[in-house]
């Protein structure tokens, strides 16, 4: 018995590592791209119509998942992938289009003078998709 066992224990750390994987079902994050959110104070449009007219104007701009227009506060509201679109593209695209936007875009935030974790965030995401990676539920799930 004692042989049998040692002949197969290189395979124990795989099993733990599967097992480490499948533990607990794959985290949507992993299913759908990246999505980031503006808004932005417009100048007073025309009316309703207007907004509307430039809602799907730039509904149709490269990266923008879904944008409003706000005939009543003058808002512009964008849902975007930044990897396909950024502030400085929308904020040309709004004054392509006619509009004027009032607030600027807001500029990078400054790295937080407080200590951070000592761990690199690019390590916990690769060991977030190394798990997603192992993970065999992932097949099983349905949209």
């Known amino acids: 018995m004692r042989i049998r066992f040692l002949r197969y224990?290189?395979?124990?750390?795989?099993?733990?590592?599967?097992?480490?994987?499948?533990?607990?079902?794959?985290?949507?994050?992993?299913?759908?791209?990246?999505?980031?959110?503006?808004?932005?104070?417009?100048?007073?449009?025309?009316?309703?119509?207007?907004?509307?007219?430039?809602?799907?104007?730039?509904?149709?701009?490269?990266?923008?998942?879904?944008c409003s227009v706000s005939p009543r506060t003058n808002c512009v509201a964008f849902v975007y992938h930044p990897g396909e679109a950024s502030l400085p593209a929308l904020y040309q695209a709004v004054g392509r289009h006619g509009a004027r936007v009032i607030t600027n875009p807001p500029a990078p935030a400054a790295a937080p003078a407080v200590r951070q974790c000592p761990v690199p965030a690019g390590y916990i995401a690769l060991l977030d998709q190394v798990r997603f990676t192992l993970n065999l539920r992932r097949f099983f799930v349905s949209a």
């Not at 395979?11 to 590592?17: G, H, K, Y």
């Not at 480490?20 to 985290?27: I, K, L, S």
């Open 9 to 66: 224990s290189w395979a124990l750390p795989f099993v733990a590592i599967l097992l480490w994987a499948n533990w607990e079902a794959p985290e949507m994050h992993h299913f759908v791209r990246p999505v980031e959110m503006t808004v932005w104070q417009l100048a007073p449009l025309a009316g309703p119509a207007a907004a509307q007219a430039l809602a799907i104007q730039l509904a149709t701009e490269p990266g923008v998942s879904a």
